[in-house]
Structures are given as C-alpha cells and as structure tokens.
C-alpha cells in the first residue's frame, strides 16, 4: 500500500518522449470543464494539441484497450471497437494573429469511426508518419452499475495525523451479483488525478448484502501534501495573477514571482484546482488557436541547494512527467533554483518536487505536508466475472478533504 507520495517514477523515463514541439495536450470530456477524462460509456472525449512546427503532419490516434492496472489487454480490437482503432486526425486549424505560431489538432473519440463498445481502461496514443507514439493518455469508459461513496478523513495513525488523510469508501452493487469479491473486484484509488498516486488490489474489509466496505485507517493514507500554486496569464501583455514581469521579444516573457520553501511554514489555505489548468486568452475570442504562448519564468528561493536532488516543477500541464524542460538550475549567485517552459495562455497550477540519485520522487521537501490540504481522491471499481475475458469498469466515486467536517 502506498504510505507516502513518494514512489518511483522510473516508468516515467521508460516511456516514449514527448517531442518538444508538441505542446498543451488536453484529454478531457466533450463540452465539460472537468479535467478528468474518466466518463460513462458512450459519452464523448476531446482530445487536442498543439504542433508548433506548425506544418500539417499527419497524425493519427490509436485506441488500446487496457487491464484494470494499466497493462495491455488480451482483447482484439474487434472485441471493443465497432470501426477503426487507428485513424487519422482530420480536424487541424493553424493559429491565427498569435507571435508563435502553431498547429491546432483536434479529435472526438468515440466517433462515427471509432465506436467503443466496453467499458475499462483504455490508452489513446497518437502516432506519427513512422507510426512511431508521439505521445499517450489514460482515460475510462465507466457503466454506471455501483454506487461508490468516498470519505476523506484526516489520518487516523496519531504518529502522522499532522500530515496525512485517509480515504475510505462503499461500493453498493445491488442487482450485480458478485460471488468472490476478492477475485472479481479490483479498484484503483488515487489522488488529484494523478495516476502515478495509484493504490490498487485493495480487499474489501467487510463484505456485506449488495456491499463492500473498504474503510481502511492505514492501508489507503496518503500525506496530504501542500496546495498548488498558480498563475494567470490570460492577460500576456499585462502583469497578472502572480506575474511578476511582461516583457516582449520575438515572443512573450512572463516572470513569476519568486517561491519560497513551505516545508518548514505553517499551512495556509490557497485555493487551487489540484494541479490542473485551464486554457483561456482575454486578448482573443477563440481560445484553440488564438491563445498565444508565453516563455513561462520560475524561479525557487532556497536556504540552500539540495544535496544529490534534482528539483521539477510539477504538474498536469505536461501530465506529471519529468523532462529536460521542466528540470531547474541552481543559481548560486542568487541562491535560487531556475526554469523556464513554453507554455499556452491560461490558468495553471504547479508545484516543486525532488527527485533523488534512486529515481524517487518527494513531493513534500519542498512544499510540506498538511492534513488540512483539500485534495482530490477517485475511486474506480472493476469487474470480472468467473469466465470474462476483462475487468469492466463498473463504477467511479469521488471525495474531497473538508477541513470543517
């Protein structure tokens, strides 16, 4: 069970390299502000991105059904899939008025191509001339056949209750008959939409009548960590939320103001979207291929470097992965850690984390952990019947720490 979010992200390295030129990658639902691409089956997901070569190359995207813990699946495409499961992107839009520019790319899936017939995980990749992945996502297509109530509690273990939350919850299955719930459920936890947060293989505790009862004090504890940091730069000309400096060159350059280490400060309530962000401009009407990009300026004020640490700023703009762009420099002149990233006009949180010389990432180094911290957590229930060939996804619950509860 995971303690702590501290966890290996060695598999992070091992996948495909995103190319730099592709940026502001969104998996989300259809017409929805919600950035987590976890929907029934048959609702619509949108998936767009930006090319900056901006030369109309021609992408195209692959659905692959996945196991319930992220591996490939034994199913044919046929077993899932009325259609294609690969095709190409056809709706591509170059940005228009903005000093860098770009390639819009732009697809809905399921489509009258692609129809997806299961329920469970899947990985939508898209892939380039060579069929070679330029980049890949995680989604779920869930049947709404539980009902999955979620409590977050601060942390029932007196030793760490400063600064961890536990999270318990019910699966109420009437009219699904489950005979082995230790063998057919299996139920993935995690926190903020992170996937790399991930419990999984979790036993019921109780099992009663059409209910299982996962309430766990230790088993599913996760430290609850510091709240996100933001910025706003829908206004790239103008000083903004926690922007600093504007400055214009052949591109814009906004500087943040500097951040300090909160390991060591007491919590402070700062409302944030767990780690997400949200693409928007003031100085255009449309968003897609309007929004410019911007030199984004970090800048971490430290007492001291951190011995054999690497330090990252962390977050869902590039989906929690850990690369050369988003690595900092010490400065020893100023005493501050440094880095700047490419990124499109919007609203994002950040964070900072560590990474050690054994590949293991602390998200609380820098930032502390505070069970008062309002974070996320989704729970998704999987299914598999004696004799079925997958893992159903067969229900989804989410809960948020309330402080005042």
């Known amino acids: ?41 048959g609702s619509v997901l949108e998936l767009t991105f930006d090319d900056l070569d901006a030369d109309n190359k021609d992408y195209q995207y692959k659905v692959e059904h996945m196991t319930y813990d992220w591996k490939p699946s034994n199913l044919q495409a046929n077993q899932y899939i009325n259609g294609f499961e690969q095709n190409y992107i056809i709706n591509v839009t170059n940005s228009f008025n903005t000093l860098q520019s770009y390639t819009h790319y732009n697809i809905q899936i399921p489509n ?49 209750n400063s600064s961890e939350q536990t999270v318990q919850f019910i699966v109420n299955h009437k009219g699904l008959n489950i005979n082995n719930p230790v063998q057919e459920i299996k139920v993935q936890l995690f926190q903020n939409n992170n996937w790399a947060t991930s419990i999984t293989d979790i036993e019921p505790l109780f099992i009663r009548t059409n209910q299982l009862i996962y309430n766990y004090t230790n088993g599913t504890n996760f430290l609850g960590g510091n709240e996100f940091l933001n910025f706003d730069n829908k206004y790239i000309r103008n000083t903004n939320v926690n922007i600093a400096k504007t400055t214009r060159e052949d591109l814009f350059h906004n500087y943040l103001y500097t951040d300090i280490e909160r390991a060591k400060r007491p919590y402070t309530y700062n409302p944030d979207i767990n780690g997400n962000f949200i693409i928007r401009t003031l100085d255009a009407d449309n968003e897609e291929t309007e929004a410019d990009y911007a030199m984004m300026h970090f800048s971490l004020e430290v007492d001291e470097p951190f011995e054999n640490k690497d330090v990252y700023i962390y977050g869902a703009y590039n989906n929690f992965e850990l690369n050369r762009s988003n690595k900092m420099e010490y400065n020893s002149e100023e005493n501050i850690y440094e880095a700047s990233m490419l990124l499109k ?28 911290t309002e974070n996320e957590y989704t729970v998704i229930v999987y299914y598999k019947p004696f004799g079925a060939l997958f893992y159903r996804a067969i229900g989804v619950g989410n809960g948020f720490f309330d402080q005042n509860r």
Request: charged share 20%; with cysteine; glycine share 4%.
């Open 112 to 160: 009258q191509n692609t129809v997806i017939t299961q329920s469970g995980n899947y990985l939508i990749s898209v892939l380039d001339d060579d069929d070679e992945v330029v980049f890949s996502r995680r989604c779920v297509f869930y049947e709404n056949r539980t009902i999955v109530g979620v409590n977050v509690l601060r942390g029932r273990n007196t030793l760490t």
């Open 1 to 41: 069970m995971l303690k702590n979010l501290s966890f290996l992200i060695l598999f992070i390295f091992c996948l495909q390299a995103e190319s730099q030129n592709i940026k502001t990658i969104q998996l989300v639902p259809l017409h929805k502000r919600s950035p987590i691409p976890i929907v029934p089956l």
């Open 345 to 372: 006009q919007g609203f994002y949180n950040y964070t900072y984390i560590t990474l050690d010389e054994n590949n293991k990432i602390d998200l609380t180094k820098i930032n502390g952990s505070f069970f008062q």
